[in-house]
């Protein structure tokens, strides 16, 4: 009934609007702008669109039971592989066939259906609680191998010496073009003199040269050869023996930094065979990139690599088990001049993939960024930034590139789905900044400055308020203001809150309400094409995208606010999405580091959605030597055993990803470690535990459209702090705050609650029955409900946590450790509380609490004004801090005394679900050999899975020699259960 009504009211919506004056006047307008508005997955009832061409969807109908007969052939030989001669693996649900290896249902042969009794291909699906991959009836891994395209529309690489030798690839051009020409690029890498000769691009059809000077035997070859140089890339050129020298002084920060290539395009013949090729030396080792493409434009690439070590590396991960793999496929939007989407290099892509891994299931990761004719054709739909500069991508909320995009979408999977359905197991769509779905350029720029922005916005807060003036008014407090006067803040507006680093809900409605439809129109550009997705694979295919980056985007300049993935919940509701991805953190990440996640990961697995954390690890065979590079093959294998640890423990995914397509994987000794790490998965898959920490630390999104722009705030508590969190010394879960106030994660004894500023009375409520009972602890920061609708002030922090908190002045940032109390045990002297901005809160005891309130740690400078306190009740206990990073020591003695058991009493990382036990060592130095004691918390036999014996047996403790950084996996086998 919501939905109609919303029907009904859109309808209204478009018969006043046509006729009334206003900021918007066209019909067309509107129409548009419903589809954004009122798709809404919450439900299970969808509008495809509000047009001539509109069906409303009602998916809660019945509908008949399908037989489904499978002579398929059975996905992933030889999942298990043994881990010890006497392992003995038995469930009462499942059984592992040893000949196949395949998991499948014990009471019957027949398909496996899914939840609502419609077989799907492959899907996500609760079992026992935890969400699973099914592909083809059969419970899988999800374990994949990610490497970028490097062999079809990419460049080849050449690995240069003092020896001449001939560089070439071949290549079939899949369409004409005009636009055509050779580079051969320089960047990165390291300085060198290079020569070049013999340049050429022959059409085999026609035997026919196409490049023109490149044998450099005139001196016209000046008419035909061009130098560029650029971000930092210095060189020079001349001809000497009839070579081009070219000499690289500084390679710059991209490939592109030095680069050659002839001034004149040359035309490609649709179906037509070329050969590109140079002779190359130089008097340094270093790589060289060789390539045919558009010249301008899309920059798209039409020559191929088939040395590629991607395809290597899939053939090693395929020997490995790993046999579902991703790359991107190159761009297939269609050109102007033919309006024809060009699909032929995506087919290659899947071709040469299928050529090195025939029983290989694929992920297929694609952008639905448009061509240049495009972007030139409709400036008004790009993105627009705060120095009024024009962005390379269209706006997130333009209806021209979505219903253009849609169309190529569903072109491109009909033409998929057609050719390819049994090898291709889901989509992958990727947009927006390094693909990831934030907001383009937001390291560098304020975006959302654009018309679609301003209209969508319009129509946004039309939904919110039900088109009522009387809400409108009320919430803007605002007697005389109309939906007309709606429009986006300037970014100076953005970047000023009424309440110090807050926006004033009295004063500045407006900027929150921006704030949450910053977020919203990110997420709901992503799931209308998830949509999309769905309906033409007929739901029976994966939907995969990168989002929810909470914690990694708190650095961003101006927060993870305008991030754009602050929308979390809104994905997690979607019915359209199955996976959700993000990196690893690119903090914390090196040898002797965490490895924290993105993003409220654990909340990801509550809504039935498998998280993948991207294992993009600069190895010690990667060319990219910053963000964590590992410079050994020992410390690589930690990095990896480290790295999957963290997902084996919540029985999450992983691709191991070859970013740079390069090469950081090939390497068969790190693929033998990956297959034992997918022997010990396929073990924990047959009885699963699921996850449930005794430390929860919640995470409130929405909160943040309260704050204004920058990250003096977002960087310590989300992006920094994860590294203390992370070095407790137990294991740790990530969660929603709204899951928390939803009952729905699983019950802990100590809750972090990080940035929970705004909380209404219903989930003030909530939160008394949930965390003040059983000896709970929960730690509080910074302002806790200090904002709401109606105001912010500090009485609503005090009335929350019962702690009497007050605005305060005239203080700097410092603080230090008051003594007396066990939980500034190990901790002293002085530290910054991050808190440079206003508002700033503390602490000032009064006598009536002095029997319940013990001072932590107090302000530099002041004789009574507290920055961390604690207020200890019969049955609960709540911890304050004004300050934004509190040390590991301070969590690990509330953590004690919640009575969480803590495995190690030192600053090294444990992950563990009461099976699989991992330790990384991440105090000390590197080079050095540590002793660490691990306790238990019963009697166990300590077994080492990796390299296969036992190491304890019957212990409620072990110990340890660790390097720094090294991880060691464990299985914990409990003696109690042997013994019954």
Known sequence: MKKLNHFFLCI???????????????????????????????????????????????????????????????????????????????????????????????DSQDAIVSQDGEFKYASVRSDNGRPELFINNTKTPPLIFFGSNTFIGSAIICSLSQIVQVCEGTFTAVDSYNDANVHIELGLGVPATVWIDNIELIDLETNENLVLGGDFETGEWQNYWVLFTGSGGEAYINVENNELKLEVINTGTQGFSVHIYQKKNVQLIKGHRYRVAASLRADRVRDARLFVVQQGGNWRFYSNNSNSKVLNELSLASSSGIQIHSTQLPSFWPDEENLETEFGYADQTIETMISRDNKGKFILRFYINPAFWWKNKYPDEMMKYEDSGTGSLPSVASVVWREDGEKILRQFIRHIEEKYSE???????????????FYNDSWEHMSGFEKPFSVAFRWFIREKYHDSLTELRDAYNNPLIVFEDIDIPSFEERKSGGKGIFYDPEKEQLKIDYLEFHNFIMADTIENFARIIKEETDNQKLVIYFYGYLFELGLQPYGSQFGGHQALSKILNSAYIDMIASPISYFDRELGGSAPFMSAVDSISLHNKIFINEDDTRT??????????????????????????????RGMGTWWMDLGGTGWLNDESLWNNISNLRGIYLEEMTEPILYRPEIAVITDPESLYYISAGRDLTSPLLYYFRKEINRIGAPVGYYLFEDLIAGKIPDAKFYIMLDTFSINQQERSAIDKILKRNGKISLWFYAPGYIDKKGANAEKISSLIGIPVKEISNVNSYAKWYAGDMLVQGLSGEFDTKVSFNPKFGVETLPEYNNVITPLAQYIGTSDTFSVVVKRESNYTIAYSSALYLPSRFLRNLAEEAGVFIYLD???????????????LTSGQEGKVYLRTIKLPGKYDIYDPLNRIYIAKNTDYFALNLNFGETKLFKLINTDDLNR
């Open 620 to 649: 010690y065979i990667s060319d990219d030597l910053g963000f964590g590079h590992i410079y050994t093959l020992e410390g690589t294998i930690w990095a990896h055993i480290r790295n999957f640890a963290n997902i084996l423990v």
């Open 12 to 106: 209204l919506i478009l018969i006043y609007y046509s006729c009334e004056d206003g900021n918007i006047k066209s019909s067309d307008e509107l129409v548009q702008y419903t589809d954004i508005i009122f798709n809404d997955s919450a439900t299970d009832s969808i509008y495809s669109d509000i047009s001539e061409d509109a069906v409303y969807q009602d998916t809660t109908a019945d509908t008949k039971d399908v037989i489904i007969t499978d002579n398929e052939e059975i996905f992933a030989d030889d999942f298990l592989s043994d881990i010890s001669e006497d392992l003995v693996i038995s469930d009462s649900s499942y059984d592992i066939a040893a000949d196949q290896g395949f998991v499948y249902d014990a």
């Open 423 to 437: 090898k291709i197991i889901g989509y992958h769509l990727s947009g927006q900044n390094t693909d990831e779905w």
């Open 906 to 920: 030192t600053d090294d990382v444990v992950q563990t679900n009461g099976r699989w036990l991992s330790v990384t």
